[in-house]
């Protein structure tokens, strides 16, 4: 054999030897999604829980309550999280009740996890959108105490003016002759 026959065979061998790893790795990562897949469905549905009662928090405030945009999108976003509580739910019960086959062959479809993923990624755009419509309702009633508190400043201000001048030209003393 001569020695650019077996450097073909060792760069062949390596090639093997490197998809194997692949291949180990990647069986390892569906090992790993296999068995955390139930405690990670866990984790998100606490996750939705948590902001299904922050967003009833804000659905007390009596303040943002009256703002109509405040409210279209906290509708919208408890209707997403609701649908993604759902989903999860749906999916732990599903995935307890599959058999080992099963449980691997949907962690390698995936199908499910993108649907997860994707109900994720909508419950975000809609909470941002919540919460930038919670702070411009904010900025506008600070504004407006703002507005509130520069007028009493300056009403205060005439009257102390005012008063001052009153008070001087009463507690003029005459002068006295000793």
Known sequence: MSGLEALGVAASALQVVAYGISIASTIATI??????A???YREYACQISLLIDTARSIEQNPVLQQIADVNYHLTATLIEAKALKSLLDEAAVGFAK???????WSVIKGSQQRKISQHFENL???????LL????????????????????LDMTARRYQRAS???????RLPESSC
């Open 31 to 36: 090992c790993e999604r296999v068995r955390n």
């Open 38 to 40: 139930p405690q990670q």
């Open 98 to 104: 599959k058999s080992v086959k099963q449980k691997y």
């Open 124 to 130: 975000q755009q809609k909470k941002t959108a919540l």
């Open 133 to 152: 419509c919670i702070s411009t309702a904010h900025v506008t009633q600070l504004s407006s105490v703002q507005g509130s508190v520069d007028q009493l």
């Open 165 to 171: 001048s009153e008070t001087e030209t009463v507690v």
